[in-house]
């Protein structure tokens, strides 16, 4: 089966650079699409497409890809950006749709 | 603005099928452009892909789950169904239903995503 991966947790303090990698062998073909999940909230979708940006979401908030790795980045991460990150995408085949395992955001 | 709202039993027992209702409003879950779909998280763990449909019947399972699965949908009553058979404590989650966007070969994600409904299997 398809894995996506990525790190447990990161910790940055209040205005510095956040960046959650999310590794996986079809991201050279796939899109990878980023979510936010705050505590006892639904997710809410913060990237798509890699690198693109929902109405509402804030423009410190980016995404890139480059090979099999998908990055999601804060710049100048805030207190309210601690939550639970999560990257999505699909196998070569576009039938296996899966998470990653999720990142806990720690700003502090 | 779309909004989605699951409903159902909030505890089964073992054994038994777990059923959920996603109510859609301000779309229609006929519409020939989404899928619509399913995604739990147990209690503390990540996310994960249940299955989604497109109207008027055309499903896609997850393939770990595939023989317990049957996701339905209603026009009437604009809403679609989830139903789990033969649950266990494992299928103990929060469960999700969302707008699944999919264009085949090129784009593939949920949004936006109900407030998600905490089901129990115990007995």
């Known amino acids: 089966s398809y894995e996506l991966t990525q790190p447990p947790s990161v910790s940055v303090s209040p205005g510095q650079t956040a960046r959650i990698t999310c590794s996986g062998d079809?991201?050279?073909?796939?899109?990878a699409f980023w979510y936010q999940q705050k505590s006892g909230q639904a997710p809410v979708l913060v990237i798509y497409?890699?690198?693109k940006r929902p109405s509402g979401i804030p423009e410190r908030f980016s995404g890139s890809s480059s090979g099999t790795m998908a990055t999601f980045t804060i710049s100048g991460a805030q207190v309210e950006d601690e939550a639970d990150y999560y990257c999505?995408?699909?196998?070569?085949?576009?039938?296996?749709?899966?998470f990653g395992g999720g990142t806990k955001l720690t700003v502090l | 603005q779309l909004q989605l709202q699951e409903s159902g039993p909030g505890l089964v027992k073992p054994s038994e099928t777990l059923s959920l209702t996603c109510t859609v409003s301000?779309?229609?879950?006929?519409?020939?452009?989404?899928?619509w779909g399913w995604i739990r998280q147990p209690p503390g763990k990540g996310l994960e892909w249940i299955g989604s449909?497109?109207?008027?019947?055309?499903?896609d399972y997850n393939s770990s789950l595939k023989s317990r699965v049957t996701i339905s949908v209603d026009t009437s009553k604009n809403h679609f169904s989830l139903n789990l058979s033969s649950v266990t404590a494992a299928d103990t989650a929060v469960y999700y239903c969302?707008?699944?966007?999919?264009?085949?070969?090129?784009?593939?994600?949920?949004?936006?995503w109900g407030q998600g409904i905490l089901v129990t299997v115990s007995s």
């Open positions: 969302a707008r699944h966007w999919v264009v085949p070969g090129a784009i593939d994600w949920f949004d936006p």
């Open positions: 497409e890699d690198s």
């Open positions: 301000g779309d229609s879950v006929s519409s020939s452009s989404y899928y």
């Open positions: 999505y995408s699909t196998d070569r085949t576009g039938k296996h749709r899966v």
């Open positions: 449909i497109f109207y008027p019947g055309s499903t």
């Open positions: 079809a991201l050279p073909r796939k899109h």
